[in-house]
């Protein structure tokens, strides 16, 4: 089977009578790299475990390649979730020495390389002999980098895979995640907290708010109509009239916003305004933060702006 699509239709997930995703309609597509990013509670880790069907779906559909992924090992053959590993349990796959945990996801994932696998336990110095329960949170970060990476699944989905390390092996990590990227066109999805030092790697960025795809864009595009912008009240409300303004401050007389504009928007000239763009990180704050309320024209709300593209330097 050819790398395919991976797509979701208002997926539903349930736990007992909570509704943690509401009505999920996402496509993710072959040779990109995503990020996921949302605050604790967002539902993205429910969201990769009903993508990868290691979680059952209330309801919706989630295929492969046209596919449905939920016991379906065709699709699943493609699929891989490395997902976090959590250091107070220890039974389980927690019990397992690292050689044998990685054993098993060599039989698992049938175009495991161990090759690859080999040589990044020996980079990351990973202690093979000890039980996956005795690692540091960083040696459990590791783990589950080895296991995507070494996977060689066409879908390849992280949860927080940098939690714990440090610069060093976070930098190492993204050097590899890039190094098998550009060779191979797997598609990554990350999901991670720390997003200012791995915004570059996002072709692609999902935000994900309260069980709801708040928007899926271009992170070059998104990044490029997001502007802060800062002054007197009166001229900052004036300038902004009919935009998407996000997370305003006030400070005495001063005001600043998050501007998001739309195709064909601008700021309205003539006042004495401070603009600046914003990261992804800043942007989050503006969007899911506790100030993110927003005004937004009646004829653009629920309607976010879905761009597709590469970032420039890909």
Request: charged share 25%; net charge negative; proline share 4%.
């Amino acid at each position: 089977m050819s790398t395919g699509k991976l797509i979701c239709n208002d997926l539903v997930k349930k736990y007992g009578k909570k509704e943690i995703l509401h009505g999920i309609d996402l496509e993710l597509e072959p040779d990109r790299i995503y990020g996921l990013i949302g605050r604790n509670g967002a539902g993205k880790t429910t969201l990769l475990s009903t993508l990868t069907a290691q979680s059952p779906v209330t309801s919706g559909t989630v295929t492969y390649n046209g596919l449905p992924v939920w016991e379906n090992q065709d699709a699943l053959d493609h699929i891989c979730f490395s997902r976090e590993l959590n250091p107070l349990i220890g039974w389980g796959a927690n019990s397992l020495k690292v050689k044998d945990y990685l054993k098993a996801a060599s039989i698992f994932f049938p175009h495991w390389d161990k090759q690859l696998a080999e040589r990044l336990v020996q980079d990351f110095e990973l202690e093979t002999k000890k039980k996956i329960c005795k690692l540091s949170k960083g040696m459990m970060s590791m783990v589950t980098i080895i296991i995507a990476l070494a996977s060689k699944a066409d879908m390849t989905f992280l949860d927080e895979p940098v939690a714990g390390l440090d610069v060093i092996a976070r930098d190492a990590f993204y050097r590899e995640l890039l190094s098998e990227y550009t060779e191979t066109g797997r598609t990554f999805l990350i999901s991670t907290h720390i997003i200012e030092e791995a915004e570059d790697l996002f072709e692609e960025t999902i935000f994900l708010n309260d069980g709801r795809i708040l928007l899926k864009e271009s992170t070059q595009a998104l990044l490029e109509r997001a502007i802060h912008i800062s002054g007197k009240a009166e001229d900052v409300d004036a300038a902004t009239t009919g935009l998407a303004v996000y997370h305003p401050e006030k400070l005495g007389r001063s005001k600043a916003v998050t501007v998001l504009l739309q195709e064909g928007q601008c700021i309205a000239d003539g006042y004495d305004l401070s603009s600046q763009p914003v990261n992804l990180q800043n942007l989050m704050v503006a969007l899911c933060g506790p100030d993110s309320q927003h005004s937004v024209p009646d004829s653009q709300q629920n309607t976010p702006d879905v761009k597709t593209g590469g970032r420039k330097g890909r």
